[in-house]
């Protein structure tokens, strides 16, 4: 299309007017003038697209006749302010058009001044905003829905871990009845004792999916003590009667007394002694420290085992997260290491990792200690 | 005197296993599938322990805990509660003793056992 050629500085009034009202006219936003008293003075094309009313029905009207009936107080309001020379800006509120409809716009409205400085009018900017608001309230709808399902979805996993459980109460007992009534020598007792740590193993699964619907429904609730932490880790170590390729090697023995859910804190080292030899399987050793700096408690737990790589540390403590291929021959869940998160996290303290990959990792939680 | 144990407990299975177990560590036992079963027994003779699921099929056994303790004639009774749950709520002014499910014999025959040594 051939252009006009261009002129920055127009000179005559008339050139300067016929531009602004040619802008006017093809402005996409609803512009309006009126008097301070209300009456319609310009309607602009986008006008009549938003409100339905020709140009030639509006002048000379009172601005109310596309005011809601339940909005018109609005209009002293507006008026009040643009009599004091304010401007009104993303006024969002509702207008009426002339089939009835209503329309949610967001008004910018400022004073229109005479050469004088004397205020004369109002100019209004109205942008239909009826696809932001339909579009906000389906976010917000989306969003309800899917924290109702997630809602649900933790209750369902509380719900059938719990039945689960009945199975493995009977299970467990017959196992250990029939165990119990089997000689030591005969091949079937040894067979029966796999059966029960299988059985076991479950059991300690379902209590994990317990704690992730616990955790998601805000449930985790901590059971303060005073314990010895030296004294249950060593506890804790005597229940790997079956190491094979790993050694233990726990410093500084002296017993560390702090205040704590016993029964938690243990779940977490537990949750880290199992991944530095699950992550160590050609074997070597597990190192397990614990010491207190400033009253704040530090355990940590060391393998040499396969490492992990940088890019994963952010995500290493999320839910179902897990370093390895997913195919991989270490199984795992990706569970354990974001509920000892939680755990600690609960106790006001924090919980990292150093790796490198190929050389092993170090865990280590903090937990804050009372002063007194 | 053998004691008499009031097992209620809606799994046949564990209800089985329980009673084997307490019989074989020579209790009278006594069973029963729900609430309904428990008064009805309690109606019938008192027992001296009951050991009640937390969830029946006609009533969760927290709320007839507190039935029985409100009750003059069986408020004497302890109670042995057993849950797949974590014991959050429970008032355990009402309750003798909780068991975790799933349960070992042991667990099973020492808290009987200290249970009944203590009333």
């Given at each position: ?164 459980k009945t199975?493995i109460t009977s299970l467990k007992g017959f196992l250990e009845v029939a165990q119990k009534n ?14 029960t740590?299988?059985?076991n193993?479950?059991n ?19 059971r303060?003590e ?36 016993k029964i ?109 | 005197m053998k004691k008499e144990i009031l097992v209620i407990e809606d799994d046949d299975d564990i209800r089985y296993l329980l009673e084997y177990i307490l019989k074989g560590a020579a209790y009278d036992v006594t069973t029963g599938t729900s609430a309904k079963d428990l008064y009805a027994a309690l109606d019938a003779k008192i027992p001296d322990i009951i050991l009640l699921d937390a969830m029946l099929p006609d009533g969760n056994g927290i709320d007839l805990c507190k039935h029985i303790k409100e009750n003059l004639a069986t408020r004497h009774i302890p109670i042995i509660i057993m849950s797949a749950r974590q014991f959050d709520n429970i008032d355990s002014r009402s309750v003798a003793a909780y068991i975790n499910k799933p349960f070992s014999i042991n667990e099973i025959v020492t808290t009987v056992e200290r249970v009944a040594q203590a009333n």
């Amino acid at each position: 299309m051939p252009h006009k050629q261009e002129k920055y500085f127009l000179e005559s009034i008339e050139e300067k007017q016929a531009l602004l009202a040619a802008i006017v006219s093809s402005s996409q936003d609803a512009i309006i003038s009126k008097t301070l008293s209300g009456v319609i003075t310009s309607w602009n094309p986008a006008a009549e697209q938003l409100f339905g009313y020709h140009e030639t029905e509006v002048i000379g009207k009172h601005i109310s006749l596309i005011i809601p009936k339940d909005r018109l107080h609005e209009e002293d309001y507006i008026i009040q302010q643009i009599s004091l020379g304010l401007r009104l800006e993303h006024f969002e509120t509702i207008r009426v058009n002339k089939n009835g409809k209503l329309v949610p716009i967001s008004l910018t409205l400022s004073p229109i001044f005479n050469e004088n400085h004397e205020i004369i009018g109002v100019s209004k900017i109205a942008r239909d905003i009826s696809e932001n608001i339909a579009a906000m309230q389906e976010k917000e709808q989306l969003y309800e829905e899917i924290k109702i399902l997630n809602k649900k979805k933790d209750e369902f996993i509380a719900q059938a871990a719990h039945e689960l459980k009945t199975p493995i109460t009977s299970l467990k007992g017959f196992l250990e009845v029939a165990q119990k009534n089997t000689p030591v020598e005969n091949s079937i007792f040894n067979l029966l004792e796999r059966c029960t740590r299988q059985v076991n193993k479950l059991n300690v699964l379902l209590n994990d999916l317990l704690d992730i619907s616990r955790v998601q429904l805000g449930k985790l609730q901590l059971r303060y003590e005073w314990f010895d932490i030296v004294n249950m880790m060593e506890e804790v170590l005597e229940g790997y009667t079956h190491l094979g390729k790993h050694t233990f090697n726990f410093k500084n023995r002296t017993p560390i007394i702090i205040q704590a859910d016993k029964i938690r804190l243990e779940q977490v080292c537990i949750n880290l002694i199992n991944n530095a030899i699950k992550y160590s399987p050609l074997g070597g050793e597990v190192e397990v420290e614990i010491w207190t700096v400033n009253y704040t408690l530090y355990v940590s737990v060391r393998d040499y085992g396969i490492g992990i790589g940088e890019e994963h540390f952010s995500e290493l403590f999320t839910q179902f997260y897990r370093a390895i291929e997913a195919d991989s021959y270490i199984s795992g869940t990706g569970i354990g290491l974001y509920i000892s998160k939680e755990i600690i996290q609960k106790h006001g303290g924090t919980i990292e990792v150093k790796s490198k990959k190929g050389e092993g990792a170090t865990f280590t939680f903090s937990i804050p200690q009372q002063t007194s | 005197m053998k004691k008499e144990i009031l097992v209620i407990e809606d799994d046949d299975d564990i209800r089985y296993l329980l009673e084997y177990i307490l019989k074989g560590a020579a209790y009278d036992v006594t069973t029963g599938t729900s609430a309904k079963d428990l008064y009805a027994a309690l109606d019938a003779k008192i027992p001296d322990i009951i050991l009640l699921d937390a969830m029946l099929p006609d009533g969760n056994g927290i709320d007839l805990c507190k039935h029985i303790k409100e009750n003059l004639a069986t408020r004497h009774i302890p109670i042995i509660i057993m849950s797949a749950r974590q014991f959050d709520n429970i008032d355990s002014r009402s309750v003798a003793a909780y068991i975790n499910k799933p349960f070992s014999i042991n667990e099973i025959v020492t808290t009987v056992e200290r249970v009944a040594q203590a009333n």
